[in-house]
Nanobody, 124 residues
Framework: QVQLVESGGGLVQPGGSLRLSCATSGIIFSIHDMGWYRQAPGKQRELVASISSGGSTNYVDSVKGRFTVSRDNAKNTVYIRMNSLKVEDTAVYYC??????????????????WGQGTQVTVSS
């Protein structure tokens, strides 16, 4: 059974920091590209940051220089460190895992998965 479980969300003041974690099980974590998405009320879900299986990272312009995504393949966990948080960062943050058809142990893996989300509220 595949599980992606986010944690670390909460209420923080503007300028504060949070670190979100996404612990995975049931997948071959090392072959999955991992992403952090967010969805604010009334808005579409957007990709905030991603980290490839090889460790390459990408960020949406609005979080560059403030957010850092990382992964620990030994712990099957991806993280996002969020500094200098702004009110507009308020959203539900979701973890996403995508193997992109990679080949492992004689099998191509295509199924992608979402976590259940964790709320981040930035407010004074």
């Amino acid at each position: 059974q595949v599980q992606l479980v986010e944690s670390g969300g909460g209420l923080v003041q503007p300028g504060g920091s949070l670190r979100l974690s996404c612990a995975t099980s049931g997948i071959i974590f090392s072959i999955h590209d991992m992403g952090w998405y967010r969805q604010a009320p009334g808005k579409q879900r957007e990709l905030v940051a991603s980290i490839s299986s090889g460790g390459s990272t990408n960020y949406v312009d609005s979080v560059k220089g403030r957010f850092t995504v990382s992964r620990d393949n030994a712990k099957n966990t991806v993280y996002i460190r969020m500094n200098s948080l702004k009110v507009e960062d308020t959203a539900v943050y979701y973890c996403y895992a995508d193997p992109r058809g990679r080949y492992y142990g004689g099998i191509h893996y295509f199924n992608s998965y979402w976590g259940q989300g964790t709320q981040v509220t930035v407010s004074s």
